[in-house]
């Protein structure tokens, strides 16, 4: 008994004081989801990086943007924790700003290519002549790497942060398509389906009203992924030099401008790329967390 | 059509293509449904059966299937007959969930997941009759506590997933009343729940029925289920009708040997156990919708079969008051 983790026993067990509150599915999904502690951790994280995101304007200890001629390429100390870069700015505080434009970038095209995809994979999975020329579309478009894709899109669009969004969008619209697909080829068969059109349903209404919302699970998870590819994906483009403009601090920009100073400096690496580590991880445990609990209920809600 | 009738088919033909050819799944069905009444059709699997009841809701997957003749002639709440076989696509939803509900056979998947089922009893009672939110979830309670769910009030609010079977078995008929339907198509409603609960809802459909005057129709592969709540039955074979009549003397003395084959098939009490009581089988199967015999079809099948049943199809002839057989020798069937 004392060798049982604490913590553990509190979750697993119904409480029996509340034996017929209904359950929605959102509810379910939150004690499956929590049963790991690392994804817990990672999902605590994500809401400390997505607070600071959120509030870095008014919580970063220096200006940003303040140059410093005498304070430059100075390393870690008390007053600057993450040293200052070639022009003496703080790290710490371009470390904080960064996080808001990585996350904002990964949030847009998590929403492009979630919406794009699932319109696509709704199309394909549920009008099935469509199905073989927009698989192949999508066949056609993942043949190639991600960057070497969203490179070629950045340079027909020129750069800036929304053409980054748009091609990322792009990019990653194809993987939502064939899940969406999948999925919905799946449901579209389900007896309530039937049920539904015997009700008098119409046709948009059995796709967007009692299709989609069982495709959300799966939708979820991938929009997870993506997000922390597209950050992932955003810091590459940043760094090659055709993503986000350089003036702008995102956290492959920083890494960029490092390139020439990291053997004297290498914190002005190490910082920034810590930031991408630790929010692509978090992201890709707290997406395999939701993948695992969403697959038990739905075993056991049929 | 008779004023008395709610649903009148003539000469249904509804045909799948398939590599081979055309498959006949229902090859000139014609059958009437009175209010009021529970019409049961009855059949093996493969007999049709399913396929002509999703001929009346137009449900049939298209391609491959089609209805290629035939009319199936509705009255509505109006009182206006009309031809479902001919209705636009848009006129025949307003008559689907509406003016014709309909109960599918597996309760268990029947319901969507992500909805409580007091917004699937709803949700036809906004779309057809126009009721808000607040009104259609009066009248889902109303329902839920018509068709004999405890604590109904809570019940509202949960997930399908909360339910047993039986219970959403009650759902699929609440949500199938909720518009008062004058004609309920019931697919094999009770056969994926067990005996007991098979009965409460059996009880439930014919107090429904008294209540509401909902007329049904009735597929089933049971004929113990057929003398529980049928009025007439219909049974049939190889997507055609070959014996029709009133529920008792088609059950004591039926005229067809299929229908006399299947109702042998029944075990009951009583029966004889080792080998002199072996349970009665029909040999072989339903011939393949492709490739029907010539004559008749059952006569591959007929222990009664002679060289000149195999000649010509047998005609559906009266052989009582309300009561047809499609059998050449159905004076023989005892």
Excluded at chain 1, 68 to 92: C, N, Q
Aim: proline fraction near 7%.
């Amino acid at each position: 008994m004392a060798s049982v983790p604490a913590g553990h026993g509190n979750v697993s067990l119904p409480s029996p004081a509340k034996p017929h509150r209904s359950r929605s599915p959102a509810a379910l999904l939150m004690r499956q989801l929590f049963r790991r502690r690392l994804v817990v951790l990672s999902f605590l994280i994500m809401l400390t990086i997505l607070a600071v995101a959120l509030l870095a304007p008014w919580i970063t200890p220096f200006n940003p943007m303040k140059m410093d001629i005498l304070g430059r390429l100075k390393p870690p100390s008390a007053a600057h924790w993450f040293g200052t870069d070639e022009y003496g700015r703080d790290v710490l505080s371009r470390v904080m700003l960064g996080a808001r434009l990585s996350l904002l970038v990964g949030l847009l095209v998590v929403v492009v290519a979630t919406l794009m995809g699932t319109l696509l994979g709704l199309a394909a999975g549920y009008i099935r002549p469509l199905d073989g020329v927009l698989m192949r579309l999508t066949d056609a478009l993942m043949a190639f790497p991600d960057i070497l894709l969203a490179i070629a899109f950045m340079a027909a669009l020129g750069p800036s942060l929304y053409n980054v969004v748009l091609a990322l969008g792009i990019v990653y619209t194809p993987r939502v398509a064939r899940v969406v697909r999948a999925a919905c080829l799946v449901v579209r068969e389900m007896p309530f389906i039937e049920a539904a059109t015997a009700l008098g349903a119409s046709t948009p209404r059995i796709v967007f009203l009692h299709i989609l919302p069982n495709l959300i699970s799966p939708i979820l998870v991938q929009a997870t992924f993506i997000f922390a590819y597209a950050i992932l994906t955003e810091a590459a483009l940043s760094f090659l030099g055709v993503g986000v403009p350089p003036t702008t601090p995102t956290w492959g920009n920083m890494i960029a401008g490092a390139q020439q100073y990291f053997q004297q400096a290498d914190w002005l690496i190490l910082f920034p790329g810590c930031a991408i580590v630790l929010t692509v991880l978090s992201l890709q445990i707290v997406g395999d967390g939701l993948r695992d609990a969403l697959d038990p209920r739905l075993q056991k809600a049929k | 059509m008779d004023t008395d009738l709610t649903l009148d088919i003539r000469n249904l033909q509804t045909h799948f293509t398939a590599d081979p050819g055309v498959s006949k799944a229902v090859d000139g069905v014609s059958f009437a449904v009175r209010r009021n009444e529970t019409l049961a059709v009855v059949g093996e699997s493969g007999s049709g059966k399913s396929v002509t009841s999703l001929s009346a809701m137009r449900l049939i997957p298209s391609p491959p299937g089609i209805i290629a003749g035939g009319e199936i002639l509705f009255r509505g709440r109006d009182g206006q007959v009309r031809d479902l076989a001919r209705l636009s696509e848009r006129a025949m939803r307003s008559v689907r969930g509406n003016e014709i509900g309909m109960i599918f056979q597996e309760p268990m998947t029947s319901l969507n997941p992500v909805y409580t089922v007091g917004d699937q009893i709803g949700e036809a009672l906004r779309y057809h009759q126009g009721l808000d939110r607040r009104a259609a979830r009066a009248e889902a309670l109303a329902m839920l506590k018509k068709v004999g769910i405890p604590a109904a009030e809570r019940r509202l609010d949960e997930y399908p997933h909360q339910m047993s079977g039986g219970m959403r078995q009650r759902v699929m008929i609440a949500m199938a009343l909720a518009c008062r339907p004058t004609l309920l198509i019931a697919d094999e409603p009770t056969t994926a729940l067990d005996v007991t609960i098979q009965a409460q809802i059996l009880d439930l459909m014919r107090r429904l029925q008294e209540e509401t005057g909902t007329s049904i129709l009735f597929i089933t592969h049971n004929l113990g289920v057929v003398a529980e709540v049928a009025h007439r039955v219909v049974v049939m074979y190889a997507g055609r009708i070959v014996e029709e009549g009133d529920v008792r003397s088609l059950l004591k003395s039926p005229k067809h040997p299929y229908t006399r084959g299947l109702l042998a098939c029944m075990p009951h009490l009583g029966q004889r156990r080792g080998d002199g009581g072996r349970l009665h089988a029909i040999p072989g199967s339903v011939p393949s919708p492709l490739n029907r015999p010539r004559g008749c079809t059952f006569a591959t099948r007929c222990p009664l079969a002679e060289p000149a049943c195999t000649a010509a199809e047998p005609v559906l002839e009266p052989v009582g008051p309300d009561h047809s057989a499609r059998c050449r020798r159905w004076r023989d069937v005892q």
